[in-house]
């Protein structure tokens, strides 16, 4: 890989420290060994365009995933273009059968490439990978490479054909981001381990309620919050008529939103008052919301990255005596629109705390046990 001396490597860290605020950060140095100049630049370059954080961040990480991958399978970094032989060893490499690999140790990714990947932490995948992964892969190495004002092979025929038949040789049936959904009782189990006795539970608590509360935000939106997206609103009288707390959060483009679409959810209540104690009691009035607490009870300057998101909700889920494998991070955002149903909010009403876009979409979060006790199932019962 070009630049790859110590003296490159500190100027990447660098620069990628610039635009911290759309990357996962604390992979900082780790991205600065993996990407070459000319990526750090094109990141850099996309950034100032203006693209979507959320963008940005899945862009980042397949980048560093396909160069860890160029470097590991051929010796040498992405070339770009990349030619029709490299696509086409990608697609090799990550759709395959586990039936026939069984019987045969050369088919799918070479044993020594999957070594090193696992080894350098990029690749965690047991088996093939998800086709929406490899497409999703193969969509943003194409658009980078629009960037850098070059064109691939990426609508070849071969490539499409290889994909469709690894696709239909190896069926995968689609499982749930989250098994189970963070309902509202689920929810308040994993609140009960968060006293108020440290940061990291103060902090923690403000996570759950804001994701959940907010309509089920994703784990990037909840991890890149700042300060400066919240705006103090007037109180909301309650049931019992005392006033309530209420801030909104201006979201900006969001994955559902349109590119001129400013995004806005609104906080109401607890959720705002245990956001809060934790901004009170980390000192932050400014910047990023959720950060890092050290074992010293240090807080971070820095945001904490989406995984970390997920990491916290398994802690809790562990915590509170429940099914680790059965919850992640997504589980708050189906959970709320479950919840939602489970209280008999409308779909429509829901949808606007959520900011999905359609009905069929918002509705697919629906966990089947949900339906089958509902009373749509029950009209004959």
């Not at 370059?45 to 980048?63: C, F, P, Q, W, Y």
């Not at 609508?155 to 469709?164: D, E, G, M, Q």
């Not at 979201?251 to 400013?262: E, H, V």
Request: glycine share 8%; proline share 5%.
């Amino acid at each position: 890989m070009s630049g790859t001396s110590s003296g490159s490597v500190t100027s990447r860290a660098e620069a990628l420290d610039a635009i911290a605020a759309v990357l996962p950060i604390n992979r900082r140095d780790k991205l600065a060994e993996i990407l070459t100049d000319r990526d750090v630049e094109t990141l850099k370059h996309l950034v100032k365009e203006g693209m979507g954080e959320n963008t940005i961040r899945a862009l980042t990480s397949d980048l560093a995933y396909l160069e860890a991958w160029s470097l590991a399978a051929t010796g040498r970094p992405l070339p770009w273009p990349a030619p029709e032989a490299l696509l086409l060893k990608f697609v090799a490499h990550h759709l395959w059968d586990p039936a026939r690999r069984e019987s045969d140790p050369g088919h799918g990714m070479p044993a020594e490439v999957e070594e090193v990947l696992r080894k350098g932490g990029s690749l965690r995948s047991a088996g093939p990978h998800a086709p929406d992964t490899v497409r999703r892969r193969l969509a943003n190495w194409s658009t980078l490479t629009r960037w850098r004002g070059a064109q691939g092979a990426f609508t070849s025929p071969a490539l499409k054909t290889a994909i469709r038949l690894a696709v239909r040789a190896v069926p995968r049936q689609r499982r749930r981001k989250s098994a189970k959904a963070v309902t509202g009782d689920v929810l308040a189990k994993l609140l009960t381990t968060c006293g108020d006795h440290n940061l990291r539970d103060l902090r923690d608590r403000a996570i759950l309620m804001l994701a959940f509360a907010s309509g089920g935000r994703r784990r990037s939106e909840v991890a890149g919050l700042r300060k400066e997206q919240l705006t103090i609103e007037p109180p909301v009288k309650g049931q019992d008529g005392n006033p309530l707390p209420s801030l909104s959060i201006r979201l900006g483009r969001t994955k559902n939103s349109g590119a001129s679409q400013d995004e806005v959810v609104y906080l109401t209540g607890q959720p705002v008052d245990a956001l809060n104690t934790w901004l009170a009691a980390a000192k932050i009035d400014g910047g990023s919301v959720f950060r890092a607490v050290d074992r010293w009870g240090n807080v971070s300057r820095r945001a904490l990255d989406p995984k970390a998101i997920n990491d916290i909700v398994k802690q809790r889920v562990a915590m509170a005596g429940l099914e680790v494998e059965e919850f992640s991070a997504h589980g708050l955002r189906s959970g709320y629109l479950t919840e939602a149903a489970n209280r008999g909010i409308p779909l429509p009403e829901a949808m606007e705390q959520s900011r999905h876009r359609s009905v069929q979409q918002a509705s697919s979060y629906y966990n089947s046990a949900a339906r089958r006790e509902g009373r749509a199932a029950r009209l004959l019962s």
